[in-house]
């Protein structure tokens, strides 16, 4: 039982990491990026390739820039000319843009299945309830842990935070206070992205590498934004924990029906609070 809570939570972490960066990207640019997945994946590619030459470690931090400047040239040329026309307009681009990035990596990865060991410092395992269980998985959820803490702190107690927390609710008022709307908008973009470069790199050494890897997990993180609400980030780590239960004691005591159970949680927590958790029930 212990270890299929802390499979839970590890998965529930890994959730986390992918949808804070949806979180961000709506809360600001209410943007539905549905090349999320793809960035998510393409930072897991980068990681492989960097680690291959210089070590795990710096596979994730390249990764982390990498994206992160792929989200400054989306916010300029993609979200910010798209910000005043219709919703689907973007919905429709992003889309677009996961095909082109899944075909970029067909053409500069292959077809094929690829792994990446996770690093020497956390290739492990410690004994557990008798059980022995993998180190870089407790690696993982620290991390997830740390960027929830870490954003948290970002948001409410420094002055970028307070900036962004202000544009969300009202951008045209913030801009006429002196901010920098654009940029501030291009800064809470890169770090939406660099986070899914952050979650596809960690991702690695638990899934293997293809230039699909990045769409169940994107529904999955839809799930957990829709669940915890749009904009709201202590809803999406609730909702990313109790997915990572659900994934995890489903595929132990219902496997032919385990990957039903995250839309079931959906639909039951919207019929009793249609704006996520976050969000006033009825």
């Not at 291959?52 to 982390?64: D, N, P, R, T, Y």
């Not at 008022?173 to 986070?195: D, Y």
């Amino acid at each position: 039982m212990p270890i299929h809570i802390l499979n839970g939570f590890a998965y529930g972490g890994l959730l986390f990491l992918v949808a804070v960066g949806l979180v961000l990207l709506f809360g600001l640019r209410r943007v539905v990026n549905f090349a999320h997945g793809g960035l998510f994946m393409l930072g897991a590619y980068v990681g492989y390739s960097v680690a291959h030459v210089a070590g795990f470690w710096a596979g994730v931090a390249c990764s982390v820039l990498a994206l992160a400047a792929v989200g400054v040239l989306l916010d300029r040329f993609l979200f910010r000319p798209l910000a005043q026309e219709d919703p689907i307009a973007t919905v429709l681009a992003t889309f677009g843009l996961l095909m082109v990035i899944e075909d970029a990596a067909r053409t500069i990865w292959g077809k094929g299945m690829l792994t990446l060991d996770p690093p020497a410092s956390l290739s492990g395992v410690i004994s557990i309830a008798e059980s022995t269980y993998p180190t870089y998985r407790i690696g993982l959820i620290v991390l997830a842990i740390g960027v929830a803490v870490g954003l948290t702190l970002w948001l409410r107690f420094s002055r970028i935070g307070l900036y962004v927390r202000a544009s969300s609710s009202d951008p045209l008022t913030t801009g006429m206070q002196g901010v920098n709307t654009e940029r501030l908008s291009a800064t809470v973009v890169a770090i939406g992205t660099g986070l899914a470069g952050l979650s596809g790199t960690v991702a690695a050494p638990l899934l293997t590498l293809s230039p699909t890897m990045g769409s169940s997990v994107l529904v999955e993180s839809f799930i957990v934004v829709v669940i915890g609400g749009l904009s709201s980030f202590s809803g999406a780590l609730i909702a990313a924990i109790a997915i990572g239960q659900l994934h995890s004691f489903g595929l132990v005591y219902i496997p032919w029906g385990a990957s039903m159970l995250p839309f079931l949680l959906m639909v039951v927590v919207l019929i009793a609070r249609p704006d996520g958790l976050s969000g006033a029930s009825r």
